[in-house]
Each structure stands twice: as C-alpha cells, then as structure tokens.
Nanobody, 130 residues
Framework: QLQLAESGGGLVQSGGSLRLSCEASGLPLDHFAIGWFRQVPGKERQGISCISSDDTNIYYSEDVKGRFTTSTDLAKNTVFLQMKDLRSEDTGNYFC???????????????????????WGPGTQVTVSS
C-alpha cells in the first residue's frame, strides 16, 4: 500500500523559495502519477501540479506556471515541488496524492476531479509573508 508524506513547508518572505518533498513508502513511485494540491481555509483543494509516472506529462496550473517545478527522484522514491518567487496568495496547506499510472490524472483529474486521487499525505503548511 502506498503512503505519502509531505515535508519542507515553512514561513518565507514574498519572493523567496521553498522546496517541498513528497516521500513515498510501500510502493515505487514509477507506478503512479503524483499530484500537488494547495488548500486554504474555506476554499476547495486546488490542483497546482502533476507529474506522470514516466515524467512525460507534467501539469502546472496557470497561477504557478513558470515559478514552480515538479520533479521525481526514483532513487529516493520522492517527488519534489520547487517553488520560486513565492507570493502571499501561495499561502496554504500543500498536499501530495497519487493516482494510477494509467488514466487521466495529470491531463484532466488534477484540475477537474481532485477527489480521484488517493493516498493523500497529511500536508505541509506554507506561509508567505508580504
């Protein structure tokens, strides 16, 4: 059974950088698409990035495109989310979650049906001060 755990969150000034990690255990990551999500109180969980099992399909939401980069290190069984030029609106709780390698997870579900993802981690808080 796949288990995910996020880390790397914290408090950063506007314009700063953070790198989040999503460490997997139980199963190898190359069996899964991994999505990154941001949630703020009172709002729906937003899919902001997704990387397919073979790294050929990578999605970014419009508000993070050009600032965030998702990558996979199979040796560490970890997916990273490098965040640069952080803004106050990036503040939120960040989650990673998995979907089977076959399917529309990075092409469709990340932006339209986040509940299709499973194996959610507990989240890591990112706070950007202005």
């Amino acid at each position: 059974q796949l288990q995910l755990a996020e880390s790397g969150g914290g408090l950063v000034q506007s314009g700063g950088s953070l790198r989040l990690s999503c460490e997997a255990s139980g199963l190898p990551l190359d069996h899964f698409a991994i999505g990154w999500f941001r949630q703020v109180p009172g709002k729906e969980r937003q899919g902001i990035s997704c990387i397919s099992s073979d790294d050929t399909n990578i999605y970014y939401s419009e508000d993070v495109k050009g600032r965030f980069t998702t990558s996979t290190d199979l040796a560490k069984n970890t997916v990273f989310l490098q965040m640069k030029d952080l803004r106050s609106e990036d503040t939120g709780n960040y989650f990673c979650a998995a979907g089977p390698a076959q399917g529309k997870y990075c092409s469709e579900y990340i932006s339209t049906r986040p509940r299709k993802f499973a194996s959610w981690g507990p989240g890591t808080q990112v706070t950007v001060s202005s």
